[in-house]
């Protein structure tokens, strides 16, 4: 897969510096970082960057498919690169910590579900709700 900026640059999307660092911000975080954490770590690299920009360059993104937004239950979004590698969520309520994680047999299970209900699945998102187990 091409990295986000070549796939902006295929898109034909205007390239400025602040774009990039955005692009760099979301490519290099291994969390599903908010608006404003993307803000802040961006402008480590560039400390003229807006977070008007910021959310103006996210909203675009998504838009076009390039990044994915979730709202996980919280009352702000959190960002990641849409690389076409499906995967779902676990979200620990206690640290807001975003593991991603893949299963096959539930893979089969949702098709199975589909089909029985007489559809074909398109789409689907799955997103788990947890606190670690105390020993």
Do not use: W
């Not at 959310?55 to 990044?67: A, Q």
């Amino acid at each position: 897969m091409k990295d986000l900026l070549s796939r902006c640059i295929e898109a034909g999307l205007k390239m400025t510096g602040q774009r990039r660092v955005i692009l760099s911000t979301l490519e290099k975080a291994s969390d599903h970082p908010s608006v404003d954490e993307v803000y802040l770590r961006a402008k480590e690299q560039d400390p003229s960057i807006s977070i008007a920009t910021v959310y103006r360059t996210l909203s675009m993104l998504d838009e076009m498919g390039f990044i994915v937004r979730h709202d996980f239950n919280e009352n702000f979004s959190r960002y990641e690169v849409n690389n076409l590698d499906h995967h779902h969520h676990l979200i620990d309520l206690e640290t807001g910590n975003v593991i991603e994680f893949k299963n096959a047999e539930l893979e089969k299970i949702k098709l199975r579900i589909a089909k029985e209900l007489g559809y074909d699945l398109l789409d689907h998102r799955l997103e788990l709700y947890g606190r670690k187990i105390k020993e």
